[in-house]
């Protein structure tokens, strides 16, 4: 079966930073680009940061450029999201995503890792 297990979410005091984790299973990591987006209650979810297959190209929201880091150790099955100077904005839940591709035109999701940044 499928699985994308985000955690590392937690609280934080604005300024401060997290590292995400999400291990992915059941599927070929390696071949697959991946994603995290995050949901505020009440707004829409949004896309964070993408990464390549390879890990050889990233791009990521406005919001968060400069700021959030997204990486992946194929070896491991594993994508990261390095959250620095982290603003009371940035609360929400962070998913792990494995976008559709030609060959499976639907996503893959994780269940979320909730982020909280407050004084």
């Known amino acids: 079966q499928v699985q994308l297990v985000e955690s590392g979410g937690g609280l934080v005091q604005p300024g401060g930073s997290l590292r995400l984790s999400c291990t992915a299973s059941?599927?070929?990591?390696?071949?697959?680009?991946m994603s995290w987006y995050r949901q505020a209650p009440g707004k829409e979810r949004e896309s964070v940061a993408h990464?390549?297959?390879?890990?050889?190209?990233?791009n990521y929201a406005d919001s968060v450029k400069g700021r959030f880091t997204i990486s992946r150790d194929n070896a491991k099955n594993t994508v990261y999201l390095q959250m620095n100077s982290l603003k009371p904005e940035d609360t929400a839940v962070y998913f792990c995503?494995?976008?559709?591709?030609?060959?499976?035109?639907?996503?893959?999701w994780g269940l979320g890792t909730q982020v909280t940044v407050t004084s």
């Open positions: 990464i390549t297959r390879s890990g050889d190209d990233t």
């Open positions: 995503n494995a976008p559709p591709l030609r060959t499976r035109p639907y996503d893959y």
């Open positions: 059941g599927f070929p990591f390696s071949s697959a680009p």
